[in-house]
T-cell receptor
Framework: GQNIDQPTEMTATEGAIVQINCTYQTSGFNGLFWYQQHAGEAPTFLSYNVLDGLEEKGRFSSFLSRSKGYSYLLLKELQMKDSASYLCAVLDSNYQLIWGAGTKLIIKP | GAVVSQHPSWVICKSGTSVKIECRSLDFQATTMFWYRQFPKQSLMLMATSNEGSKATYEQGVEKDKFLINHASLTLSTLTVTSAHPEDSSFYIC???????????????FGPGTRLLVL
């Protein structure tokens, strides 16, 4: 079967750095997405990785290791507005998007 | 950009009535749109893939006669919840892919969602 694992919930302090991990087992791989979803709102696109390595975009970076079936989203200089759920999703061989359950990130002052 | 709108944002209706939700891609053409449902504190659940000019592809367990999808143009897909019941109350979200541009063709851009409450 296809499986995406990410922690259910994480807590971090304002101004700090947090890393949200995602491991996947899918039938084929055509890229991995990270989305942010604030409570009561729809997801918004953060990043896409298809090659190994780190992609940096401002305070957010996303890393991928295809051989390990592993990705992480790194958030720096955390702000209160970063409190949200972060969804990891993998595009499988059929170009179907397989969604993780999401990681709820709680930022404390 | 890749902006997707949904209308209405909130619906409250009586049990047994039908509700239509519209999803529009505002600044791009979307041959494929997706309909999701999300219950509180749960993950997104793909209901169906809507293809312009053809029948929608429904996920296992989703009743196609209850959730009618029409994708009549390259910028509009509609989801009609027929004979809605309280258990259909949920957050319905559509998304679309911008195959003509964007960072990645497979990126799904989401509408703001529609909250349905069936009394």
């Amino acid at each position: 079967g296809q499986n995406i694992d990410q922690p259910t919930e994480m807590t971090a302090t304002e101004g700090a750095i947090v890393q949200i991990n995602c491991t996947y087992q899918t039938s084929g791989f055509n890229g991995l997405f990270w989305y942010q979803q604030h409570a009561g709102e729809a997801p918004t696109f953060l990043s896409y990785n298809v090659l190994d390595g780190l992609e940096e975009k401002g305070r957010f970076s996303s890393f991928l290791s295809r051989s390990k079936g592993y990705s992480y989203l790194l958030l720096k200089e955390l702000q209160m507005k970063d409190s949200a759920s972060y969804l990891c999703a993998v595009l499988d061989s059929n170009y179907q998007l397989i969604w993780g359950a999401g990681t709820k990130l709680i930022i404390k002052p | 950009g890749a902006v997707v709108s949904q209308h209405p944002s909130w619906v409250i209706c009586k049990s047994g009535t039908s509700v239509k939700i519209e999803c529009r891609s505002l600044d791009f053409q979307a041959t494929t749109m997706f309909w999701y449902r999300q219950f509180p504190k749960q993950s997104l659940m793909l209901m169906a893939t809507s293809n312009e000019g053809s029948k929608a592809t429904y996920e296992q367990g989703v009743e196609k006669d209850k959730f009618l999808i029409n994708h009549a143009s390259l910028t509009l897909s509609t989801l009609t919840v027929t004979s809605a019941h309280p258990e259909d109350s949920s957050f319905y979200i559509c998304s679309a892919r911008n195959l003509a541009g964007g960072l990645v063709q497979e990126t799904q851009y989401f509408g703001p969602g529609t909250r349905l409450l069936v009394l």
